[in-house]
């Protein structure tokens, strides 16, 4: 199923996104679309919108913490125009690359329950259905890892999530994963800069075989 605004099949985040919207009447406060090139090799998958980040601006990791490490990193590597992803309406263009979220809505203490990871993992299926073989996903965190598993019907435990991981997926396309570049990872230094920069350069050389 394609993208869609008006989503609410989950009733929780629903309502939380109505609650939301009264106290913060500027924020998106609706499902958080993909955004990028939509023809793009590459798919990133994250977790979910966070409060003042994607919920407020309404693109993908904008807005906050989490997004600062991704899109420097992005930049470094050819596939963004620019380093810094501040607003849905700035110039911001990325090259041969898309952003999603495991969940499209804001959901309470950004922990989306399992059967919301499930109702929107139908948005999740189109996206990756849309993709072309030879493909790459990279999965931050161990939710969006699964998320993909449960995507493409395959078996968790022949798929273990670890900082680093590569994997071959059917239809050609390539898994990688990563720790989520959250603040609480990269402020711990469970992921650096480099760990991440790692990854990229891996990902990148995929895409140019």
């Known amino acids: 199923m394609e993208y869609d605004i008006d989503c609410k099949k989950c009733s929780r985040l629903s309502s939380f996104l109505s609650q939301t919207l009264e106290k913060y009447p500027n924020y998106f406060c609706k499902p958080v679309p993909p955004f990028g090139d939509l023809q793009a090799k590459f798919l990133i998958v994250g977790l979910a919108p966070g409060m003042h980040g994607a919920n407020k601006t309404g693109r993908p990791f904008t807005g906050d913490h989490a997004g600062i490490l991704l899109y420097?990193?992005?930049?470094?590597?050819?596939?963004?125009?620019?380093?810094?992803?501040?607003?849905?309406?700035?110039?911001?263009?990325?090259n041969n690359c898309r952003i999603t979220n495991t969940v499209k809505c804001l959901p309470p203490k950004n922990k989306p329950e399992s059967q919301e990871i499930?109702?929107?993992?139908?948005?999740l299926q189109y996206e990756i259905s849309a993709l072309k073989k030879g493909s790459v996903l990279l999965a931050l965190g161990t939710v969006a890892h699964n998320a993909i598993l449960f995507a493409l019907n395959l078996p968790?435990?022949?798929?273990?999530?670890?900082?680093?991981?590569?994997?071959?997926?059917?239809?050609?396309?390539?898994?990688y994963d990563s720790f989520h570049c959250s603040r609480?990872?990269?402020?711990?230094?469970?992921?650096?800069?480099?760990?991440?920069?790692?990854?990229?350069?891996?990902i990148k050389r995929e895409l140019e075989k």
């Open 72 to 94: 420097e990193t992005l930049y470094k590597h050819g596939f963004s125009s620019h380093p810094t992803s501040e607003s849905a309406q700035d110039k911001l263009i990325l």
């Open 118 to 123: 499930k109702n929107c993992n139908v948005f």
């Open 156 to 175: 968790k435990k022949d798929f273990k999530f670890f900082h680093g991981a590569r994997y071959c997926l059917p239809n050609d396309l390539v898994l």
């Open 184 to 202: 609480y990872n990269t402020q711990t230094k469970r992921l650096t800069g480099a760990m991440f920069n790692e990854v990229f350069l891996s």
